[in-house]
């Protein structure tokens, strides 16, 4: 850590928060203790002060524990050995399928320990989070989020549904805690590439937080994920009996915002200062509720924004790890297959970064444009489709290049790139195995030294490809990244094909992170871009020449610490910033790089039992 000076290391530390309220502080305030107001069993009961097995001898004095736990005192280490050889019972390698049972099985000892110890939770996730990323999030949470209605045991988040219309300002304060940092809401409509799976969907939200924790170390009690359940589409959900959520169909048109609406004003109502992020809304919504609210509101939609600065992060690695400079990316001709709300994220933020690369000029931005085909259930976009989404319409072909291609409205995915010859095909269409053999045949013929292969669509079986299918079809001279995680895929000859995870992890910890301790009103264009290239920096030559674009996941909590640095700094550069806690604005300005570092690391929560100290309310 960055040394500071005596003086600016005090104003560093948040103020202390409200005696007895918070367990934790940050890493420098770690020893303070936290006073609590319950004792004995209500103590053991409590996620957020239960130590189990670890509390020690005057504790157990102290907080009338004595007789109700085992003698031996275990250290926490001790405690998660013990824990690890349950866990340990299920080594195989998580999968998502209907018949993993193995990832399901892993993912409920780990939420029963969530329940019930939340530090020994996260310090495990944390020590652990390459091999149990892939259980509490992508692939395993789609599988869990499809079957919550069976793995439901406590609730976690809150609900608000359409029936609690008129009811959300008040409902809001039954949450417990008086401060919230970090919200992610979901409508359950999109989740990963399993489409609507209705109130099932909170699974998603608590995901992501639990990488915010993991990740950006948001304390844990300030964390909220919500499920706004206005119904669901989907008929096998609508005739469960078992099925948890609102038995209708999905709201619709004004009824639908009206409800969004009353949740946002309900939630900045009681924590004005929280940031949410909209995680897995159909498209539809998506765009609509982004432009909405975001010049209003702390927000962002995590597919549409998060997405779109990994997927540049990883297109301009890729173009180095073709041995060029970052700066020939506008040369680069890129086909996505997919034009929802993650595919048209992309596009857009890729089409504004060449364009930024060439000048920035009107003329610059539009022949961006022509770097882009973009196909999607209907084939090849064109102008001359009827009803072009109007998302999608700035990157529909002109009928006269078409024919200059060889290719016409409506174009299959295969057509388009054996015409094409493309540097980068991207997917984000939810279709598992759409870069068919033919496709991948095709690609063969691209103009690039080493063609790059993004199947980001989750969970595993949507990916667009595997990494065997890409390296066994292309040879080792490509660039892969998947949104899942797949393993690196056997060359022989002591190669290895590499198998990058281009996902929105790597961003959104850090956008939610910088926004918090910068106190930015609203989330800039400016400040995802930081994030962006934060990111794209991240990395080293060496790594890009071997087709390592992205870090492994044991990083991502330093990589999340630098993206939220750079988030801060934009913020301030935006003036933007409004501070946060002991840090105003103008403290925020005054900071140089090495101590908006310090900064971040001090406020970033570490899972350590702090010591209890009982007062009666
Ligand atoms: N890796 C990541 O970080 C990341 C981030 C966000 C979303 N995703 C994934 O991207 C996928 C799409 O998400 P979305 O929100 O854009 O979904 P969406 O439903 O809004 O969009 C899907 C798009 O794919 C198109 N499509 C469908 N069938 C197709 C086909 N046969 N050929 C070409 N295109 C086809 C549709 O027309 C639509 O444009 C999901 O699987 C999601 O998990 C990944
Ligand atoms: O959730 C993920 O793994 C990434 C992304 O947000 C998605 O919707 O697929
Ligand atoms: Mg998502």
Request: charged content about 25%; proline content about 5%.
């Amino acid at each position: 850590m960055a040394i500071v000076s005596h003086v600016l290391a005090r104003r560093l530390i948040p103020r202390l928060p409200a005696a007895g309220r918070w367990r934790f502080f940050t890493t420098t305030e770690g020893s303070r203790p936290s006073i609590v107001h319950k004792r004995s069993l209500d103590i053991l009961h409590d996620p957020w002060f239960n130590k189990g097995t670890a509390f020690s001898v005057t504790e157990r004095d102290r907080l009338d524990l004595r007789g109700l736990l085992p003698p031996n005192i275990m250290t926490p280490q001790q405690q998660i050995n013990r824990f690890m050889v349950d866990l340990k019972r299920f080594q195989v390698n998580a999968r998502d399928g209907p018949s993993d049972t193995n990832s399901l099985a892993k993912w409920r000892i780990l939420n029963r320990l969530h329940d019930r110890n939340e530090t020994m939770y996260y310090k495990v996730l944390i020590n652990n989070i390459e091999e149990y990323a892939p259980i509490v999030y992508t692939p395993t949470v789609g599988l869990v989020c499809q079957n919550y209605s069976g793995l439901f045991r406590r609730p976690r988040g809150m609900y608000f549904s359409a029936a609690d219309r008129g009811e959300m300002m008040s409902m809001v304060y039954n949450w417990p805690a008086e401060q919230v940092d970090m919200i992610v809401v979901t409508d359950g409509s999109r989740i990963l590439g399993l489409g609507d799976l209705g109130v099932q969907g909170i699974g998603i939200a608590i995901g992501k937080l639990d990488l915010y924790v993991a990740a950006a170390g948001i304390n844990p009690q300030r964390v909220l994920p919500v499920m706004i359940d206005v119904g669901t589409n989907n008929e096998k959900l609508l005739e469960d009996p078992l099925y948890l959520g609102l038995q209708q169909n999905r709201l619709e048109g004004e009824d639908y915002i009206a409800v969004i609406d009353e949740f946002m004003e309900a939630v900045f109502t009681r924590w004005p200062n929280v940031i949410v992020q909209f995680e897995d809304f159909q498209s539809k919504w998506a765009f609509k509720l982004l432009q909405r609210y975001r010049n209003t509101y702390r927000m962002f939609n995590d597919d549409v924004q998060g997405t779109a600065g990994v997927a540049i992060a990883g297109l301009l690695g890729a173009v180095r790890a073709q041995g060029r400079p970052m700066i020939d990316f506008p040369k680069q001709k890129i086909v996505v297959a997919g034009a929802g709300s993650a595919g048209i994220g992309v596009l857009n933020a890729a089409r504004k970064t060449m364009a930024r690369m060439l000048g920035n000029t009107e003329s610059a931005f539009e022949s961006a444009g022509r770097q882009f085909w973009v196909v999607d259930a209907l084939g090849l976009v064109t102008e001359e489709r009827l009803d072009v989404d109007p998302d999608a319409l700035p990157f529909a072909r002109k009928s006269k290049e078409m024919d200059r291609h060889g290719l016409s409205e409506g174009a299959s995915l295969a057509e388009v790139v054996k015409k094409v010859k493309p540097d980068v095909l991207l997917g984000l269409s939810a279709v598992g195995g759409l870069f068919s053999k033919e496709v991948l045949e095709a690609l063969k013929d691209s103009t690039s030294t080493r063609p790059a292969i993004f199947p980001m669509s989750n969970p595993t079986k949507n990916a667009e490809c595997t990494p065997e299918e890409a390296f066994s079809i292309l040879g080792e001279h490509i660039i892969f990244a998947s949104g899942s995680p797949f393993n690196n895929v056997d060359l022989g000859n002591g190669k290895i094909g590499h198998c990058n995870q281009g996902n929105n992890m790597y961003l959104f910890p850090g956008i939610g992170l910088g926004t918090l301790l910068s106190g930015a009103r609203v989330i800039s264009d400016g400040m995802l871009q930081a994030a962006a290239e934060c990111l794209a920096a991240y990395m080293k030559e060496e790594d890009f020449l071997n087709g390592v674009i992205y870090p492994r996941i044991s990083r991502i909590r330093d990589i999340t610490h630098e993206v939220a640095a750079s988030v801060i700094k934009e913020a301030v550069a935006e003036d933007l910033a409004e501070g946060y806690r002991g840090m105003d604005s103008r403290e925020l300005q005054r900071l140089d790089k090495v101590e908006i570092s310090a900064y971040v690391e001090n406020n970033m929560w570490d899972p350590k039992y702090p010591t209890l100290v009982f007062k009666s309310d």
